[in-house]
């Protein structure tokens, strides 16, 4: 199995551009996370979905950040428009419901750089 | 809320001395606890985890203890080598299946030869 995909590994950008990230989980998987990780704050989870529903948005720190999984393989973090402060390395992961104590997944994340 | 507490970085070790990493949470219930290893450019992988009170987990000769007493999940590893330069994540979850993982802040090591 390849693993979780992200693209692009490296992203930047200038203030106030769109921004698209993208995630293929491994396949099978119920469950799709992103998270973001900063040097302030950690790794911190931003939305989750379940069967290509969201769960839980309740960490996306606002309206400018969205996030879709139109199927089972593919799903997009998006932000616009883009500040510096979103400057981190994003996430994502997936894990199977098959074990409630499953290993997550995780992607090698994107760069996400916004000038 | 539920969270977890890692000691604060950066830790710098000579090869082959002995490692520990504190780790303490605060969770309802009985959460499933995990380290998370993080090698320089890489994604997160699963270090070791622990589902139960007094469960020991290890890999790659690293080792931690669920001590529900203490509500504490430590790292330990006997003998250090330069491969094992990394950031490493303590982590909990709770039961139920497709919740997500609730992460400390991480703990750099630096092992030098």
């Known amino acids: 199995d390849a693993g979780v995909i992200q693209s692009p590994r490296h992203e930047v950008t200038e203030m106030g551009q769109e921004v698209t990230l993208r995630c293929k989980p491994i396949?099978?998987?119920?469950?799709l996370f992103w998270y973001r990780q900063t040097m302030m704050r950690g790794l911190e989870l931003l939305i989750y979905?379940?069967?290509?529903?969201?769960?839980?948005d309740s960490g996306m720190p606002e309206d400018r950040f969205s996030a879709k999984m139109p199927n089972a393989s593919f799903s997009t973090l998006k932000i616009q428009p883009s500040e510096p402060r979103d400057s981190a390395v994003y996430f994502c992961?997936?894990?199977?419901?098959?074990?409630?104590?499953?290993?997550?997944?995780f992607g090698p994340g994107t760069r996400l750089t916004v000038l | 809320g539920d969270s977890v507490t890692q000691m604060e970085g950066p830790v710098t070790l000579s090869e082959e001395a002995f490692l520990t990493i504190n780790c303490t949470y605060t969770?309802?219930?009985?959460?499933?606890l995990f380290w998370y290893v993080q090698y320089p450019g890489e994604g997160l992988q699963l270090l070791l985890k622990?589902?139960?009170?007094?469960d020991k987990g290890s890999n790659k000769g690293f080792e931690a203890t669920y001590r529900k007493e203490t509500t504490s999940f430590h790292l330990e590893k006997g003998s250090v080598q330069v491969s094992d330069s990394a950031v490493y994540f303590c982590?909990?979850?709770?039961?139920?299946?497709?919740?997500?993982?609730?992460f400390g802040k991480g703990t750099t090591l630096s092992v030098s030869s």
């Open positions: 969770a309802t219930g009985y959460p499933s």
């Open positions: 992961a997936s894990i199977t419901a098959g074990g409630l104590y499953n290993e997550q997944f």
């Open positions: 396949s099978g998987h119920d469950y």
């Open positions: 622990a589902t139960k009170a007094d």
């Open positions: 982590a909990l979850k709770k039961s139920q299946a497709g919740t997500a993982l609730i």
């Open positions: 979905f379940n069967n290509n529903v969201p769960i839980d």
